[in-house]
Nanobody, 123 residues
Framework: QVQLVESGGGLVQTGGSLRLSCAVSGSRFSIGTMGWYRQAPGKQRELVAAITSGGSTNYADSVKARFTISREYGKNTVNLQMNTLKPEDTAVYYC?????????????????WGQGTQVTVSS
């Protein structure tokens, strides 16, 4: 049973910092791209940042230069360092991992999600 366990959310004032972590366990398949998404009340879930297995990163324009995604390959962990937080960053943050599933018929990807962690930035 694949599990993605997130930690590090909480309440912080504007301009503060938080660090989110997500640990993946229970998978025997290789992990491809990992990422963080967020969903604010009444809004659609959106990509915040992603990192490939090779270390290439991608960020939403709204978080560039403030957030940094990183990966600990030996621990199957992805982190999101969030600095200079703004009230508009308030949302539930979800970890996502894509697994590369291969058989004699070829390879495909399978995606799993964490349960979400609340980040609240007060003004």
């Amino acid at each position: 049973q694949v599990q993605l366990v997130e930690s590090g959310g909480g309440l912080v004032q504007t301009g503060g910092s938080l660090r989110l972590s997500c640990a993946v366990s229970g998978s025997r398949f290789s992990i491809g791209t990992m990422g963080w998404y967020r969903q604010a009340p009444g809004k659609q879930r959106e990509l915040v940042a992603a990192i490939t297995s090779g270390g290439s990163t991608n960020y939403a324009d709204s978080v560039k230069a403030r957030f940094t995604i990183s990966r600990e390959y030996g621990k199957n962990t992805v982190n999101l360092q969030m600095n200079t937080l703004k009230p508009e960053d308030t949302a539930v943050y979800y970890c996502n991992a894509n697994f590369i599933v291969c058989s004699r018929d070829g390879c495909s990807t399978s995606s799993s999600w964490g349960q979400g962690t609340q980040v609240t930035v007060s003004s």
